[in-house]
């Protein structure tokens, strides 16, 4: 996706980008890789975008938010179609602390349409200027 190419110069954040598009077919691509920022904090990032027309659309992803050996948070389109809390973004939603693994909550800024990772930049930014947040605030 064409945002994967500006990001080191849309966010000055970004120390070091190792993020990489790998072709798996004719209309099918992986996004794989991860961004480091200031003070250990890093997004491990999984996409996998379909490119048969444009604008291209992201089929599932899965983005990681760390600070050094800590997953603060993540998101990722994983259906739980039996949660009636997450069905307003649904498949869309977050992990969060306490719990991560099983406290979920929607996230109205990821999409397929469109791209996410200015959205999850933008989370760690905050956190970055906020020192001490509470994660459920972000």
């Known amino acids: 996706m064409s945002s994967l190419c500006i990001l ?3 966010f000055s954040s970004i120390l070091v980008s190792t ?3 790998e072709r798996r077919g004719a209309t099918l691509a992986r996004v794989a890789g991860q961004l480091t920022l200031d ?3 890093r997004i491990v ?3 996998r975008v379909l490119f048969d027309r444009l604008p291209a659309l992201i089929e599932w992803y899965g983005y990681e938010v760390w600070q ?5 948070l993540w998101y990722d389109s994983q259906p739980h179609p ?9 498949p869309h939603h977050k992990h969060i602390p306490p719990e991560i693994k099983h406290n ?3 996230a109205p800024t990821m999409s397929f349409t469109h791209p996410n990772l200015p959205a999850v930049i933008r989370e760690v930014e905050v956190m970055l200027a906020i020192s001490g947040s509470d994660l459920r605030a972000v």
């Open 82 to 90: 039996d949660d009636p809390r997450l069905q307003s973004t649904h």
């Open 39 to 41: 003070r250990g904090y």
């Open 45 to 47: 990032v999984r996409e």
């Open 68 to 72: 050094g050996e800590e997953k603060l």
């Open 8 to 10: 080191p110069e849309q």
């Open 19 to 21: 993020l990489v598009f």
């Open 104 to 106: 979920r909550i929607p």
